[in-house]
Every structure is written in C-alpha cells, then in structure tokens.
C-alpha cells in the first residue's frame, strides 16, 4: 500500500490528476477518473506512422498549431508522428511532464484542448490510472524539446463510454499536438546557487543535487519557537503564491531525535500538492519561495500537529519538525 503523505493537513495522498490541457470548462479529476476506469484491462497498442492530419499553421515548437481534420478512417492503434526533435532531457513513464498542448476530435476539428491561448501549460504525470493511456504510451521515450503530433483512439482514451463532460463519444478518436517543454522524475532535485548556512541555530542541509536526500544536521540547541524558512539552495523560478500547487521532493525528520518520519526520496516519487493542502507551516514556509530552490523549514508544533500528530507516523505530540524541501515545479 502507497503510504500517506504526512505533510497533508486533510487530504488523500495521489494528488495528480489528469490536467485538461487548460480547458477550463473540462473536469479534470473526471478525466482521470474515466482513464483510470479500465487501466490495466487494456493490452498497449502498437505505435503506427499514420495516417495523421496535417499542421498547417503554426509551425513551431511552442507555437499555437492549427491542425486539419482528420481524411478518412483514423487508425485504430496509436499513430505517433515526432515533428520537431528536441535534444532535451528523454521522458520515462511514470515522468511528470511540462507541455503546451492542443487536443481535438478526428472528424470534426473540435478543440476540445488548448493550453497555448491560455497560458497554462499542461502538467501531468505519465502514469497508469494518472492521465489517458495515450498520452502515455505516445510521449514516453519522446526528449523535452520535441513536438509530438499523435492520435489516440477510443481504446486507449476513453473508452467506449466516452467522456460527456467533455463532449467525446465512444467513437471518437482524439488528435493531439504535445509541445514538451519539460520532464521531472524521482531523481529530480533543486537547481541554483548555493546559499550560506551561518546560523548555527538552524538545521544545515546538504547541497547535493544527485537525486539523493540531503543530510539534516539538527542543532545541539532547542527548537525555535517560530517558523524558520530558508534558502539552502536558491532557484532562479518563479515565487510560489499560497494558493499554487507544487511538485516537491522532501525529507522531514523530528527535532529531538533527528529521526526521518517521511521522505519521498524512500518512496522514489516526487510529491504534488496544492499549498492549501498542507500543514500551515509547510503553506506558510514555501509562499514566496523560488521555484529550483532547496528550502529548509523548521515547523513549530503550533504549525504542525500540535497534540495530534498522526496515528503510526512516530511524530510524537508538540513535536517540532524539520524539513528540506525541493521546489521542483510549480503546476
């Protein structure tokens, strides 16, 4: 069983779901729901060159695509076409990944998907039950960089149910046009300079960048009474705002023992979450942090658990926790 995040105030862990591609009158969580339903029952398909339809505008990568409708009977396995071929970092399944995209209906042109016009890239993990079968079977392998024009029929989308939220029938056979900008695994870690640890009352971290945790060295000296947020490594990214969601890697130890009571670097997955979602001091630590930083967060019990830490997490009550946190995305 996948352990519960313990940085969550009061919500499920597996956060990810699918991402509509900007589309604000989808429902993402829908979406994923549907693609999910029958993961696992459905055996991969083959990769074939086409038939595609053609983009006839927008050319370049990043660039909004206008794409034909679709000639003819599309195929009914995953027709994949790399249009530009980027020479970035190679998406592996299970990747979450950064994407302008646009989506449409094979016979009709219909957009159904568009993050260019709204300025929202998609973020997603290409994972099983974590976003439509195609999407993943198309772009795992692909390099950030790359413009992958591919078409996804109702097998490996949504069935044959199809999806009346979004307006796709059970016949339908999806286009897509995936811009990859970026990809973020497990071995993920901050990027930027490192910054000097001379408070001998806070916590030091380690610097490595290798996808390893880093070491927390806790002080001889008693907890701090407030919040301590620092940079131990900064990012040059964007601030974090208090209601962004963020793609993370962390370790989180106690204050008296030094002992770690949860790390996704242990389950070998990066960690999303809205900063709505989390325990106030993990909210209040991270707003206005750069996005690439490593942040070391010290987290008084009044911002914690107080006298009601979770039950099995070895957290015991009015403890004061310590955690070193990687910005990797914000979503």
Do not use: H
């Not at 999806?163 to 973020?184: S, Y």
């Not at 880093?214 to 301590?228: A, D, H, N, Q, Y």
Request: aromatic share 6%; hydrophobic share 35%.
């Amino acid at each position: 069983m996948r352990r519960r995040s313990l940085i969550l105030a009061a919500v499920p862990a597996g956060l990810v779901t699918l991402a509509a591609c900007g589309d604000e009158k989808s429902d993402s969580s829908k979406a994923s729901d549907s693609a999910s339903s029958s993961a696992g029952a459905t055996p991969p398909p083959k990769i074939v060159d086409g038939p595609l339809p053609a983009i006839t505008a927008g050319v370049k990568f990043d660039e909004k695509p206008t794409v034909a409708k679709g000639s003819g009977e599309p195929s009914d396995q995953l027709a994949v076409k790399t249009v530009i071929a980027g020479s970035g970092k190679t998406v592996a399944e299970n990747d979450y990944i950064q994407a302008n995209c646009l989506g449409q209906v094979w016979d009709s042109a219909k957009v159904l998907l568009n993050t260019y016009d709204t300025k929202k890239p998609l973020f997603t993990q290409l994972a099983q039950g974590g976003t439509i079968d195609g999407w993943r079977y198309a772009l795992t392998g692909k390099k950030t960089g790359s413009r992958v024009l591919f078409s996804v029929p109702p097998t490996w989308a949504f069935g044959k149910d199809g999806d009346a939220d979004t307006g796709i029938k059970g016949t339908d056979t999806l286009v897509f046009v995936f811009d990859i900008q970026d990809t973020f695994n497990a071995k993920s870690s901050a990027k930027g300079k490192d910054v000097p640890q001379d408070d001998a009352a806070v916590p030091k971290v380690g610097t490595n960048t290798d996808g390893k945790a880093p070491t927390i060295e806790i002080p001889k000296s008693g907890p701090p009474t407030e919040l301590v947020s620092e940079y131990v490594i900064e990012g040059d990214g964007p601030k974090l705002a208090a209601d962004d969601t963020v793609l993370v890697q962390y370790k989180g130890v106690v204050w008296d023992t030094g002992k770690e009571f949860d790390s996704s670097y242990s389950r070998s997955s990066l960690t999303s979450f809205s900063l709505q979602q989390v325990v106030k001091g993990w909210a209040q630590g991270l707003t206005g942090k750069k996005v690439g930083s490593r942040v070391v967060i010290v987290v008084p019990p009044s911002l914690g658990y107080g006298d009601s830490p979770p039950s099995g997490s070895g957290i015991e009550k009015d403890s004061t926790m310590v955690f070193s946190v990687d910005i990797i995305a914000k979503v």
